[in-house]
């Protein structure tokens, strides 16, 4: 690799420091006082409705393994797919070649900074934090949502949390900032200034796949650094749809997937502000792997369907999908800990005969019927559709230990209550050492083996309990399955959203009101 300005320049620090005014400051990044709840970050951008461009992060937590030092630390290793690459700090130095090898390294800081913050959770899923966090805003406190392993709320320290809810105090005193670093031809050490430019005319390798770019590589809220795309919408669902619903899919299952793959980005550009991006790759947002990839029925779906998103008094949706709803869906609030919406309610998912006889709200005595005679159902055919799940006293133990706290050696799991279509909100674990119940979301996300929450349960032996249930996922909007097969029934692309949103329009994304 090789630099194309002199290297006569003086080493740049990323962060410069401006104690006179207790302020930290990061070139191109907000400013942040000397004590702040986390490290400074780019703002991430607005969406443009003509053109909009998602700033996706391939690679979200760059930096050593914790407990590695810098200098032990493997390097980021950027290679082109093809060709050359040109990488560019904030002070125009610039690195090229077909593969850049940066290094790790940590710079004392000036004087010490103070990261301190109140903080709620963890919390099971973004949408659980974004309630939480909208309670703290109703009492005039401005929150972040995080995700420094689980989903997080932070505020400023001391701040009392809303009533139902908990808070702790978090505080740390930084010392050093990671850094990246590169040695020129001439053999001396740069020190690269956030953030970094990255050009790949002929694609960036990255993981399993080629990305086409331009990218950023740039500071996180966590002392890290991240590694974004810059992509444009269309060209991003070509990564997402076939890995969301899969490529041999009906047509018009494939564009319903691409109408709400685009309005669910939109909807939660928001995800990532802390980080200054808009979306992860992964499945905390959407799986968004190698764009190439897409065969034809994929590319045609996302064009035909070109720059549309089901709307909702004049905004996105909220646009969740799942992969099979067991034959009955599950409205917005059996899910998250929200408001009920009028286009995400309960309701039967099959024939008009099926719909009668599994009316909503499902009791609970209907359950075990649902589960055993539900196969005219729509979609009834995933693998997951029916399914058995035994846990045992030492695999409940550890995973509750996991959370919050556990409960000693489990004596008894039982329901409390259940949600119109007869998905279990809350499940109580008793145990030698107290109880625990977990609502909604959290159940899944502490005992994972379970697929779905539309289950009954009973003891099965002495410290082993049988879970019977439908369906894999959370069970709100969109059954893939459903669509698929309502695809090959012949449904078309509206009458599968109509049937999945009741009430929402199809429509340009130019149409929308507000802020994206």
Request: glycine share 12%; hydrophobic share 40%; with cysteine.
């Amino acid at each position: 690799m090789r630099f194309s300005a002199p290297l006569s320049l003086p080493r740049l620090a990323p962060l410069a420091m401006g104690f006179g005014s207790s302020l930290l400051m990061a070139p191109g990044c907000r400013a942040m006082p000397a004590a702040t709840l986390h490290w400074p970050t780019s703002p991430r951008p607005a969406i443009e409705r003509g053109q909009p461009v998602l700033w996706v992060a391939l690679g979200a937590r760059l930096g050593p393994t914790p407990g590695v030092a810098a200098t032990k630390a493997p390097p980021l290793l950027l290679k082109a797919a093809a060709g050359s690459l040109e990488l560019e700090d904030a002070q125009g130095r610039k690195l090229q070649g077909p593969s850049l090898s940066l290094r790790w390294r940590q710079r004392p800081l000036p004087e010490p900074l103070l990261l301190e913050r109140s903080v709620m959770g963890p919390f099971p899923s973004f949408e659980t934090a974004d309630q939480a966090a909208s309670a703290w805003r109703a009492l005039g406190v401005e929150p972040v949502i995080a995700h420094p392993a689980e989903w997080e709320v932070w505020a400023p320290p001391r701040t009392a949390p809303p009533e139902g809810f908990q808070a702790r105090d978090w505080r740390r005193e930084e010392t050093s900032r990671l850094e990246l670093e590169a040695t020129a031809a001439d053999g001396s050490v740069v020190a690269l200034e956030a953030p970094l430019r990255l050009k790949a005319p002929q694609g960036l390798s990255w993981g399993k796949g080629v990305f086409q770019g331009p990218f950023r590589l740039q500071a996180n809220a966590y002392g890290g650094w991240s590694l974004i795309e810059q992509v444009p919408i269309e060209r991003y669902l070509l990564g997402v749809v076939p890995h969301e619903i899969g490529a041999g899919s009906p047509a018009a299952a494939l564009a319903a997937q691409a109408v709400l793959a685009r309005t669910w980005a939109l909807r939660n550009s928001h995800r990532y502000d802390v980080d200054g991006y808009h979306l992860c790759s992964d499945t905390q947002c959407q799986v968004y792997a190698d764009p190439r990839q897409a065969g034809g029925a994929v590319r045609r779906a996302v064009e035909a369907t070109r720059g549309q998103v089901l709307s909702w008094q004049g905004q996105p949706i909220h646009a969740v999908y799942h992969a099979s709803n067991g034959g009955i869906s599950a409205g917005f609030e059996e899910v998250w800990s929200g408001p009920p919406l009028p286009y995400l309610q309960a309701r039967p998912d099959g024939p008009p005969a099926f719909a009668q006889r599994f009316e909503v709200p499902l009791p609970a005595a209907s359950l075990p019927e649902l589960l055993r005679q539900g196969g005219s159902a729509y979609g009834a055919d995933h693998p997951l559709f029916r399914w058995t799940r035994q846990l045992d006293g030492t695999r409940i133990r550890q995973s509750l230990e996991k959370g919050p706290g556990g409960v000693g050696e489990p004596r008894e799991i039982k329901v409390l209550e259940r949600g119109p279509s007869g998905r279990v909100l809350a499940l109580s674990v008793v145990g030698s050492g107290g109880q625990r119940v977990l609502r909604r979301d959290a159940i899944r996300r502490t005992f994972r083996q379970l697929p779905s929450t539309l289950f009954v349960l009973k003891p099965d032996g002495a410290g082993r309990w049988s879970f019977s249930g439908g369906g894999f996922g959370h069970g709100a909007g969109l059954s893939q399955q459903g669509a698929i097969d309502l695809g090959g029934r012949g449904w078309s692309l509206n009458r599968i959203l109509a049937h999945y949103y009741p009430g929402t329009e199809l429509v340009g994304i130019e149409t929308l009101s507000g802020g994206l």
